[in-house]
């Protein structure tokens, strides 16, 4: 890439600013898509063992209780509800499970108790009440214990956001679809992950064409202006990401429009100094 300086011979010479252009877009297209294919695909490839050791060795375990009241959709018409989950030991409290057919109940599982056999792969309830209802028929049984498979797994409720890191476009997409379906409240962590990736890209174009309108005007100061006014822009781009995506996280703004935000305002800017740079 040329300097300040010769960006302005450049343009002294008579070649037109936007031939001029023609090749810093090239260049930023060229980043950009390598950039979205690097955080779709390639980086969660390579952060494997990375995630792998940050979970064996430096993040311990924690022996921690869930969120109150657990309701989850674990398959269409299919509710589970727990009033407590320990993480650690993979047991939960006042356990009860219910599905529908056509907006009628045709099934529900009750215990005082869940836990996680993890040598056969399934649940024990204790103390349950299983009601069977087909029409007018019903069929209710009572018993200490029940040995059942269940179309959830403990990994369901000890989720991490850093898990992002390991995931390419479609498990991060096929995930999200899966916690919209169960009504997790941190689907919007992953949402706002998602939109990340496709909008930092467009951010190559939009600072590369910022750089180089303030590069073609020639200022007092030189290249030591052109620097620290980038650097500015940049940092601003970054602080506007943090505070938008803050927004959406914990506020109510849509992840995909949070996540747009900065790119919108300095696309506004970019447009409005390539419009003003000397032609």
Known sequence: ????????????????????????????????????FLANFITPYTNRSMHTFENQYIHAPRGEFTDQNLHKQISPGTFIYMEN?????????????????????????????????????????????LRKINGMKESMVKG??????????????????EDVKVMNYFVLR????????RGDPDVIKYKV???ERFAFPFATLILTVIGVSVSSRKVRGGIGFHLGLGLALTFMYILFMQIFTVFATFGDLPPLIAVWIPNIIFGVIATFLI???PK
């Open 1 to 36: 890439m040329a300097s300040d300086s010769e960006i302005i011979a450049i343009l002294s010479s008579g070649i037109s600013f936007w031939r001029m252009l023609f090749p810093y877009f090239v260049s930023a297209g060229a980043l950009g898509l390598l950039s979205f």
């Open 174 to 181: 096929k995930h999200i679809k899966d916690k919209e379906l």
């Open 193 to 195: 992950k998602k939109y």
């Open 144 to 161: 200490k214990k029940l040995d059942t498979i269940l179309p959830f797994m403990p990994s369901d409720f000890t989720e991490n956001i």
């Open 275 to 277: 419009r003003i740079a």
């Open 85 to 129: 989950f320990n993480t650690h030991t993979n047991v939960g409290w006042k356990f009860t499970l219910e599905k529908f057919e056509a907006k009628e109940l045709v099934y529900k599982l009750r215990g005082d108790e869940i836990s996680w056999d993890s040598l056969r792969l399934r649940w024990q309830v204790k103390n349950y009440y």
